[in-house]
């Protein structure tokens, strides 16, 4: 099964290369792994005691983050290595401060997995979420590397738990230690017989809570806005900017920011036509009428999370396609979320959703009657922005639990700055 894991691997790489020659964030793949392993021996060569974190994207960076800067505080001694698999994760963090530091993750084959780890020799490996790639893991298990895995969480359709998943739950059973996000995935691992595992809860709670509390200004931004309410449109894809496009006519005394998934230049250009003329640009800055416009694309990332701040009523993309992007960010600032039928599989969006701080869509007449709901209800808002951030809070304390499991493997701290 091992070789035919390699042969996918390889065929998924060429695949890329091929996707390279016509779109931007392939190329960015493909172009950010070349000489690899000449650029990793040259920057790390020789450190000691290295901490390995790796991320798929910039959305699980986001939730290891608040691990990363504890281990920084109290390991500073221990050089950390940060590697990312996607483009939209490494071109956005590639220069992340409190690390030493970022990498692309070369392709998973047993010849990449041994050339990088002989240049890293990593003391840990800490993987964020759902990466399990398993050349570098069983590589790191026959040199006595301790992984583990944070703010993990499985679900019963996964191919750990099918009949035919055997071959992957021999690596689930080698690995030193899963902190799991809830009790379901907890369950699944026992079921498997998957010994090292504890219940620690999601450490992307820990990291939206402390974001919201960075004071963060877009003067730009406001100035769009004027005083006026704002729906913000986040992680939006086409269906999502369609569904805005119908609404901004609906309510003339609203503004509409619109952060779309993707900013590439002909995605920006698509939205822009699709509002016919009354959007600004984010990137354009003052040289455009921003009063007059009734939209402004924010055609740039890496800022939305603190973005949110400036929302009166927010609307998560993607829940009428594969599934909605993370709704912490805007809870934690307190106001009402609105997103499409496809949230299931997100237990914050379940709890919200259970709790009435958040609310699923099944069309456009849905998400208007919920925005009319609230424009004009500002308590309403309010009780709904409190049900939101209480509920963030008692979420909290997930970074302490898994800092308590990493000293485990780490040692007692240089310098003693947790909780746990």
Known sequence: MSLLYTLAIRVFGLLVRVAALFKRS??????????????????????????????????????????????????????????????????????FDKVDHVHYLPLDTPRNARKFLNVTRPKLAVFIRYEYWYNFLWAMFRRDIPVVIASAIFRKDQLF???????????????????????????????IGVANKELSGDTRFDRVWEAAKEKMEFPLVERFLA???????????????????????????LKFVVVPHHVDAANVRRISTLFEGDAALYTRGEDQDLEA?????VDTIGILTYLYRL???????????AGIHSIMEPAAFGMPIFFGPNYHRFQEAVDLVERGGAFAVNDRQGLVEGIRRFVDDEPGRQAVGRLCREYVE????ATDRVMTGLREFLGEPTVWKGKG
């Open 293 to 297: 416009c009734r939209v402004l694309v």
């Open 26 to 95: 392939p190329k960015l793949w493909v172009s950010g792994r070349r000489g690899w392993y000449r650029r990793l021996k040259a920057d790390i060569g020789g450190a000691k005691n290295l901490v390995w974190f790796h991320a798929a994207s910039l959305g699980e960076f986001e939730q290891g983050r608040p691990i990363i800067e504890r281990v920084r505080a109290e390991y500073p001694d221990h050089p950390i290595l940060l590697t990312f698999f996607s483009p939209s994760g490494y071109e956005v963090r590639k220069d």
């Open 227 to 253: 005083g006026r309410m704002c729906l913000m449109a986040g992680s939006t894809w086409p269906f999502d900017d369609e569904l805005i496009k119908e609404i901004v006519p609906l309510f003339p005394d």
């Open 161 to 191: 738990f099918k009949p035919y998943g055997s071959w992957s739950r021999k690596a689930l059973r080698r690995i030193s230690r899963f902190f799991v996000q809830n009790e379901e995935s907890l369950e699944l691992l026992e079921s």
């Open 394 to 397: 008692e979420k909290r304390g």
């Open 311 to 321: 929302a009166d009523l927010v609307y998560v993309g993607d829940g009428f396609g």
